[in-house]
Every structure is written in structure tokens, then in C-alpha cells.
């Protein structure tokens, strides 16, 4: 049974840095993409950042460019999104998820992923 579990979350000044994990259960994480997506309240779901365990490539938004990495620690199976220079427009619930159909891709759409995490609050605030 496929399980993410998401942590690290919390409350941050601006230009400050958190980083997130994703404990996962199920599957490898050497052999699976896992992603980042976040949600505001109010807005749509936004891929933040994943790298294809298939070519390497990454993929985020401008956004969170220079800013957001994404490793894997494979002995513990779980991914980790870190984030550095947060910003007032980074506060969301921070998911993890999997696109089961091919595991070796970033989904082209956020709404391709069909396996999530609860999610875990990031809040920037001075």
C-alpha cells in the first residue's frame, strides 16, 4: 500500500528556510518520482518542484527557481523539498505525490498525480 507522510512544516520569517519530508511506505523512492505540489487557500493546486527518476530533469516554476531543491535519502525512503529565501507568496499546505501510471516522469498537469500526502502548513511571517 502506497502511503506519503509529510513533515517539517511550521512558521518562518521571510528569507528564511525550511525543509520538508516525505516519508514514504510502499515503494522505493529510488525507482519512483515523487513531487511537490502547494496549495493557498483560495487558489489552485501548483507543482513546485520534481525531478524524473527516468532522465534527471527537473521541473518548477519560476517562482522557486534558485530557491527550492528536491533530494531523496533512499536508506530512509524520503524525499525532501528544501526551501530557502522564503517568501510572503510561498505559504500553503505542502503535498507530496506520486503519478502512479509512470513513475519514472514528472506529470505533465498536478491533477495527473494520483497519490497525495495529507499535506503539511508552511506559513512565511515576519
Known amino acids: 500500500q502506497v502511503r506519503l507522510v509529510e513533515s517539517g512544516g511550521g512558521l518562518v520569517q521571510p528569507g528564511g528556510s525550511l525543509r520538508l519530508s516525505c516519508a514514504v511506505s510502499g515503494f522505493t523512492v529510488e525507482h519512483y518520482t515523487v513531487g511537490w505540489v502547494r496549495q493557498a487557500p483560495g487558489k489552485e493546486r501548483e507543482a513546485v518542484f520534481c525531478v524524473s527518476i527516468g532522465d534527471g530533469s527537473e521541473h518548477f516554476p519560476d517562482s522557486v527557481k534558485g530557491r527550492f531543491t528536491i533530494s531523496r535519502d533512499i536508506a530512509k525512503n524520503t524525499v525532501y523539498l528544501q526551501m530557502n529565501n522564503l517568501k510572503p507568496e510561498d505559504p500553503a499546505v505542502y503535498y507530496c505525490?506520486?503519478?502512479?501510471?509512470?513513475?519514472?516522469?514528472?506529470?505533465?498537469?498536478?491533477?495527473?498525480?494520483?497519490?497525495w500526502g495529507r499535506g503539511t502548513q508552511v506559513t512565511v511571517s515576519p
Open positions: 505525490a506520486v503519478y502512479s501510471r509512470d513513475v519514472r516522469i514528472c506529470p505533465k498537469v498536478v491533477s495527473d498525480y494520483d497519490y
